[in-house]
């Protein structure tokens, strides 16, 4: 695990200036691998390309060292991630004569090129972002995983390419402010992220997951291919007792992978059904105690550790548990919030930050239940196909416009506890009778209507979901495959992954997610839409697979999330900052928002008036990441 930074130069091909800048840009990633750092460049030709890496050691502690080339120096890699299958790629390689010096994952990824070309690519398991200068074909290859857990932004100037990790290496190597993306701008305030292939910045992109790039150096010019292309999802014809039994059993065997390290390793426990399977697969394969982190809050609307205490005592773990004041933000909110380099409005992230660096006391590696309720199928908002559907056939368009009048009055909240009345008056807004319902539901923070009074006529974009919906295939998405593949591609690559990638990271914890394996979406898929959802009874087939192995109905139990009580923080000690962003000359000089729209939302949540927390937090941290980062560049 770590961090990786590159440059493509026509201008600079002194490796004296590449090494300079390489270092400054993995100084500034010095948190993603504390353990060590390396740099290679090739200076040879009329084109430079230089690669860096900052390294947090979790396999070979002590040869797995990068830059790593191949025998005859003309294949380099910098890689960042894990691959879990590289033992059974090994061993392949070597019935096939491959000799190998190390025992890191990272010379499996250098001798399957060399052996298999780009073709290697696609029988990598696991979560990486790596680059490859192949001086025999005069490119570089720089791939990212299938679910696009681990990071990589790229741009391309008049002339040099630079890529890495995290957006602040790239932005140090540029000599002017880019631009403000008007594609990132309307995502960010619809779904409060930015979903690749986007960035906040005009001209910086994020490869897509299960995408890797191909740059000619000879052409000066690069093209995005998909790793593995997507088949056509097939159903299969499979009893209940056998999928449940092929569920169990894949789920062990992903979380049996994913515990391969050389250090120690717990799991994030929430209480939730992923992260209760997690934690009990880790413990029924490991030899000793395993250790098991949860947070919870003074808010007892939002604490739910009463649940994870019932799991970590099941388990037997070693059990350490963080109740989390409003006051520990205070002094490293900016230092959280900051370090995503672009807008990032989701709430979560402060207490992920919380757990991870509490975790980094205690071991080197987390698992997570990420990716539990996209494989699976977990979320409230997969009913939304079924309601939709009834809704709209029963509930004429023009009633229902009325009906969206009456409920900003009558669902109207005062307090932040998303209760059912939130939730109602969310879904009113997201039924849709053009077949963009889902669209709708996954935008958290203002829908196209509150977005057009939002934002300035100049920074509209109307069809803020065009690319996403090219990308994903899935233009009016009608059934829960379609909802899953939409947050695979979005949701998941946008919030979630990064969410965790970036917290973690910033703690030098590595976090790995065996939900995310490719077999087991795949199993997923393969499965009858009933499977995932019986009725109202989310991720059905995964609750029943491991039932037996808790206490009776304790996963049918509902859970809250991972959420904060930022609507009451805004109203409370960060309320003076908040109304320092609504000052006119200032929201004037930035010609982005409407004065009088945010003035009024802003008011009536400080006064109680109305809940607008979702819409105010996304605000509040657009403006702390412009007066922050954008503005000084």
Known sequence: MCGINGIISKIDIHEDSLSKRLSKMNQLIFHRGPDEDG???????????????????????????????????????????EIY??????SKLESEGVNFNTTSDTEVILKAYEKYGIDSFKELDGMFAFSIHDKSQNKVYIARDYFGEKP??????????????????????????????????????RLTYIPSPYSIYEGIYKLPSNSYIEYNLKEDEFNIHDIENIKPIEKRE????????????????????RSVADVSLGTFLSGGVDSSIITYCLSEISESKIETFSIGFEKKDYDETDKSQ?????????????????????????????NFDEPFADSSALPTYLVSKNARDYVKVALTGDGGDEVFGGYNKYYIGKLNNRYTSVVPKTLHKQILKL?????????????????????????????????????????????????????????????????????????????????KDVSLEGDMLVKVDRTSMLTSLECRAPFLNKSLWDLANSLPEEYLMKGWNKKYILKEAFANKFEPDFLNKSKQGFGVPVGDWLRGSLRPELESYIDRKFIESQDIFNVEYITEMIKKHISGEKDNSMRVWCYYIFQKWYLNTYSIL
């Open 39 to 81: 740099f290679y460049c090739d200076t040879e030709d009329s084109v430079a390309v230089a690669m860096a890496m900052r390294r947090l050691s979790i396999i070979d502690l002590s040869t797995g060292k990068q830059p790593m080339q191949s025998a005859d120096g003309s294949i380099s890699i910098v890689f960042n991630g």
């Open 238 to 257: 499979i009893s209940f007792e056998t999928a449940k039994k092929e569920v169990y059993d894949a789920v062990i065997a992903s979380v049996e992978s």
């Open 152 to 189: 990589l932004y790229y741009t391309k100037t008049a002339n040099e390419f630079l890529w890495a990790s995290e957006l602040k290496s790239i932005i140090s190597n540029l000599k002017s402010k880019p631009q403000i993306s008007k594609e990132g701008l309307n995502l960010y305030f």
């Open 407 to 487: 409920s900003n009055g009558i669902l109207n909240t005062k307090d932040d506890n998303r209760g059912k009345r939130f939730k109602i008056n969310r879904l009113l807004k997201a039924f849709n009778y053009d077949g963009n319902q889902y669209w709708n539901i996954i935008s958290l923070a203002f829908t196209d209507d509150e977005k057009k009074k939002l934002l300035k006529k100049a920074n509209l974009i109307y069809d803020t979901f065009e690319e996403s919906k090219k990308h994903t295939n899935q233009y009016k998405p009608t059934s829960i495959t379609d909802f899953r593949l939409v947050d």
């Open 85 to 90: 299958n590289y033992r059974s790629i090994k």
């Open 310 to 338: 019932v799991v970590a005592k099941l388990v037997n773990s070693n059990h350490h548990e963080f109740i989390v004041k409003e006051s520990d933000f205070k002094s490293g909110v900016d230092e959280i919030l900051l």
